[in-house]
C-alpha cells in the first residue's frame, strides 16, 4: 500500500488532512527527533512514496547517505522549511525525487522577527535585559558608539543614575540611514514594508541589495523597487553593502558562496555604529570573527536569530554572553499560526507528490 512516511507530528490540522488523503501513514512514534536509523529504514521500505521531513533536528539531512538508502519508488520529500540546505536537491532530482518545501507562508513571521531584532539590536535591549537581570554592571556596559556618550562604569540598576544618554543606541528613524540585504527574497521585501515604518519620512533610508547575481533587466527591477517603496532600491556589491550600510540584514541562502559571507574583512569594513543581523543560516556569518569584530567595537551590535553549530549552542558561547549580540534560538517563523500553515503547505507538498502531481511549492534549482 502507497504510504507517506511523516519523521515528526506536523500539527493537528495537517495531520488530518494527511489521514484524509487515503494514504497510508507511518508516523515516527514519538514527539521528538527521530534517529537518524529509523529515517533511513523506513525511507528503504517500498511502500513509502513520499516523506514528510522535520527540519532543523540532525535526522534530516538528504545526502548522499539518505538518497543511497531510499527505496527506487521514492517519489517526493517534503521539507517543513523554506531553507533547503540540508538537501542535496539536484542528488535527489537526478535519482527522479521532488523536492517541496514552505516558502509564501512564513515571510511575514521571519520579517517580523527579523524587524524586532533589527530593533532590539539598535535599541540595547539586550544589554538593558542583561543590566537589570544582573543587579548591576560587572564590567564597563557601555559600547563606544559615535552617537552614545561613554559613562564608564557609572551604571547602577536598581540605582541607574539616569543620564541623558545613559542606554542610548542609534536611531532607526535617523535621517538618510543605508539599509542593506544580503539576500532579497519575498521575506527581504517584507522586511523593507516593516522597517518603513519606523524610518525617516522626510529623509528615507536607502536601500542596498546584494543577490547572487545581476538580472537581465536589473535597472528596471531597481526602477520598480524604488517606485514601490518611495526610495532610492538598488542591487549593489557585497563589498558596498558592507562599506554604506548602518543596518546590515543577512537573509540569503546557505550555499558554498555565501559560507562565510560575513567574515572578518566584511566585518572590517562595516562602519563602527553599523548593526548586523542574520535571520537566515548561522553559517553565513562567521562567529569568531563577528565575536572579535563586537569586542574591538568595529560594530555597533548583532542580533542572531541563527548561529552556527545551533542547536547544539552552550549557554556561555562567547555570542550569547557577549551583551552586544541579541541571540535568540531559531524562531523566525514560530508562530501558531504560521507554523499550522506550513504543515498545511508540507502535508500538500507530500500528498501532490505521492498523487504523482506538481507539488504545490518544489524546490527550482
Ligand atoms: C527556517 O529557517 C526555514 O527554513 O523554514
Ligand atoms: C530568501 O532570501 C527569502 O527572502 O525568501
Not at 271 to 281: E, G, Q, T
Not at 351 to 356: E, L, M, S, T
Amino acid at each position: 500500500m502507497p504510504s507517506i512516511l511523516v519523521t515528526r507530528n506536523v500539527g493537528p490540522a495537517a495531520m488530518a488532512k494527511l489521514e484524509a488523503s487515503g494514504f497510508d501513514l507511518i508516523v515516527n512514534p514519538v514527539d521528538a527527533e527521530p534517529t537518524r536509523a529509523w529515517v533511513l529504514e523506513n525511507i528503504a521500505n517500498p511502500d513509502v512514496i513520499s516523506v514528510c521531513l522535520m527540519h532543523g533536528q540532525g535526522s534530516d539531512k538528504v545526502d548522499e547517505e539518505f538518497l543511497n538508502a531510499c527505496n527506487p519508488n521514492l517519489k517526493t520529500v517534503s521539507t517543513f522549511s523554506v531553507g533547503f540546505d540540508h538537501i542535496d536537491v539536484k542528488g535527489a532530482n537526478a535519482r527522479g525525487i521532488k523536492i517541496g518545501h514552505t516558502p509564501g507562508v512564513l515571510s511575514d513571521s521571519v520579517a517580523d522577527i527579523t524587524t524586532m531584532l533589527v530593533l532590539m539590536t539598535m535599541r540595547r535591549v539586550q544589554e538593558g535585559i542583561d543590566l537589570i537581570k544582573s543587579g548591576g554592571p560587572t564590567a564597563p556596559l557601555l559600547t563606544p558608539c559615535a552617537r552614545s556618550i561613554p559613562l564608564a562604569n557609572a551604571l547602577q540598576w536598581p540605582k541607574l543614575p539616569w543620564a541623558p544618554f545613559v542606554m542610548c543606541g542609534p536611531n532607526i528613524g535617523h535621517p538618510n540611514l543605508t539599509i542593506g540585504f544580503l539576500g532579497f527574497g519575498r521575506i527581504s521585501e517584507v522586511v523593507v514594508d516593516r522597517l518603513l515604518a519606523f524610518t525617516s519620512k522626510t529623509a528615507p533610508p536607502t536601500i542596498l541589495y546584494n543577490s547572487s547575481r545581476a538580472r537581465d533587466n536589473q535597472a528596471q527591477l531597481d526602477a520598480d523597487f524604488s517606485k514601490r517603496w518611495g526610495t532610492t532600491v538598488r542591487r549593489a556589491e557585497v563589498d558596498e553593502v558592507a562599506e554604506k550600510s548602518d543596518v546590515v540584514i543577512v537573509l540569503c541562502s546557505l550555499n558554498p558562496s555565501t559560507t562565510d559571507l560575513v567574515n572578518a574583512a566584511f566585518l572590517k569594513k562595516m562602519k563602527k555604529s553599523a548593526i548586523l543581523v542574520n535571520a537566515a543560516r548561522g553559517p553565513i556569518v562567521n562567529s569568531e570573527d563577528l565575536n572579535a569584530a563586537l569586542d574591538a567595537g568595529e560594530i555597533y551590535g548583532a542580533g542572531l536569530d541563527v548561529i552556527t553549530g545551533e542547536p547544539h549552542v552552550a549557554p556561555d558561547h562567547p555570542l550569547v554572553l557577549n551583551s552586544r549580540c541579541v541571540v535568540i534560538p531559531h524562531m523566525g517563523s514560530a508562530d501558531m499560526d504560521t507554523r499550522a500553515a506550513m504543515g498545511d503547505l508540507c502535508v500538500s507538498n507530500a500528498i501532490a507528490g505521492a498523487k504523482g502531481e506538481a507539488l504545490v511549492a518544489e524546490v527550482k534549482v
